[in-house]
């Protein structure tokens, strides 16, 4: 049960935590701007239960799925998005990636599928963005997660963007 909460000797910079008989929490993270709400979410829910982040990268469907695993350019792209804000934190992290299924399939077809992923980690909390592709959006997986008994859904909504306020004297 390897979990690295503590800083890393390798700079203070986080490290892949290693999968072992810890419940990380879920972050659902779908290459948009949400993301970053997200994974701060995910990363407090961590900190305070003590484990490493699940941070599952959601690929489109017409990407090929052979041979592409967590080291590879579209998902480094999408952990470049949140590493910034999460690393500072000092929180394991246990990178996955989730391939969108095909258009056929029930409307739930993509949220019971990622659940069942979250599940084979034993993830016992999922964080995911309410607006989200088809089927993975907050209100989806509440209802896969219903349906299935599955793990608790925590629905993140951003903050919205203000221009700041030039003051003039």
């Known amino acids: 049960m390897a979990r690295s909460l503590s800083p890393s000797p390798h700079g203070g910079a986080p490290r892949p935590a290693r999968a072992g008989l810890v419940q990380p929490v879920a972050a659902v ?10 994974a701060e979410t995910a990363a407090r829910i961590a900190l305070t239960r003590r484990v490493p982040l699940l941070l599952i ?7 090929r799925q052979s041979g592409l695993g967590p080291a590879t350019a579209p998902v ?7 590493m910034p ?13 989730f391939h969108l299924p095909a258009r056929n399939g ?7 599928e990622l659940l069942a992923l979250a ?4 993830a ?11 089927g993975l959006d907050g209100f989806a997986l509440i209802e896969a997660a219903a349906l299935r008994g599955g ?19």
């Not at 993270?29 to 997200?38: K, P």
């Not at 599940?119 to 034993?122: L, P, Q």
């Not at 793990?151 to 004297?169: D, G, I, K, N, Y």
Request: overall charge positive; glycine content about 4%; proline content about 13%.
């Open 151 to 169: 793990p608790c859904v925590h629905a993140v909504t951003p903050p919205t963007w203000a221009s700041p306020r030039l003051t003039t004297q």
């Open 106 to 112: 029930s409307r739930l077809t993509a949220a019971k």
């Open 124 to 134: 016992p909390e999922v964080v995911v963005s309410r607006r989200g592709p088809e």
């Open 29 to 38: 993270l779908t290459d948009r701007v949400d993301d970053v709400a997200v």
């Open 76 to 82: 480094r792209a999408v952990l470049a998005r949140v």
């Open 57 to 63: 990268a959601v690929v489109p469907p017409h990407i």
């Open 85 to 97: 804000k999460i690393g500072p934190l000092h929180v394991g992290y246990i990178p996955e990636v």
């Open 119 to 122: 599940t084979r980690h034993r």
